[in-house]
């Protein structure tokens, strides 16, 4: 049987570079090699793209890019139905027809729509959410209003940008029951949130969102527990047993969610069966 070529792309230009990097070498590692060969496409995070020939234990300790011998600049090809990576070798373009693009790519310019836009503009099947999907999930507001539509409780939240001012902002925040989160609009891995408990501290909560997005959402805290499940397919879904995030303090910050120093993850979750179904 022949092999599925799968373009693994990694890295980005993103503030979540380094967990793409974590995420790409697991998923390079276990991928089953008697069935798929993995095209490795590494994003710089200026950027750049690189077919990357090296060692996967240079993506996961960020030198692979320094890497020069094994790496080639890249890009897909966006003429429908092409399916090919292109790659500019010193001495001649070489021409590679891959079977599908697998974007392992985390926060802005990766899994907000961006790549897939591209990735389905030419043509080439794609592994994971599409553009829609993937825009619509990174964008906290549109998400919220999206989930309130279906029925779901959301939190009461604002969202402020740039133009506004100090005291716009002030007033708009005090409509609110504190505490309060602040995040960017579109970003993950927590990036750029806080949490707090009075006035005092909104500006500089502000202050750090805004160094992620041009954006951000002020929501009003839920009490509560927080649960999750991996939804997997097409037309046929696999819905994962829903899991739990025990927290000691605090919230689910960067730390917390790449170490869980204090915190646990329990599978199953803690709930009884109509809740999960729920």
């Known amino acids: 049987m022949q092999k599925k070529k799968v373009a693994i792309i990694f890295g980005g230009c993103s503030s979540e570079y380094e967990v793409s990097l974590q995420s790409a070498h697991a998923v390079i590692s276990n991928i089953d090699n008697k069935k798929y060969e993995p095209l490795l496409i590494g994003i710089t995070k200026e950027g750049r793209w690189y077919r990357y020939y090296g060692k996967i234990t240079k993506i996961s300790d960020n030198t692979w890019h320094k890497d020069s011998v094994n790496c080639v600049e890249v890009v897909l090809s966006p003429n429908r139905g092409a399916n090919e ?85 002030v007033i708009k925040a005090q409509k609110l029951k504190f505490p309060l989160f602040i995040k960017p609009v579109k970003a993950g891995s927590s990036f750029g949130i806080s949490k707090i408990t009075n006035i005092k501290h909104l500006e500089q909560a502000v202050i750090n969102a805004f160094l992620y997005d041009d954006e951000v959402i002020i929501e009003e805290n839920i009490d509560g527990t927080e649960v999750g499940c991996a939804v997997l397919g097409n037309d046929e879904l696999i819905v994962g047993k829903v899991d739990e995030i025990e927290l000691a303090g605090g919230f689910f910050d960067y730390d917390e969610k790449y170490t869980l120093k204090t915190s646990k993850i329990h599978m199953p979750a803690r709930v009884d069966e109509k809740t999960e179904e729920r």
Request: aromatic share 4%; proline share 2%; with cysteine.
């Open 85 to 169: 990576l292109i790659e500019f070798k010193r001495n001649e373009i070489v021409r590679t027809v891959i079977d599908c693009a697998f974007p392992i790519l985390h926060g802005k310019f990766g899994e907000d729509g961006t790549v897939q836009g591209l990735i389905e503009l030419a043509g080439i099947a794609l592994v994971g959410c599409n553009t829609l999907s993937s825009a619509l999930c990174m964008d906290k507001d549109r998400a919220h209003k999206i989930a309130a539509y279906a029925g779901i409780k959301i939190p009461k939240s604002i969202v402020i940008n740039k133009s506004d001012t100090k005291d716009e902002i």
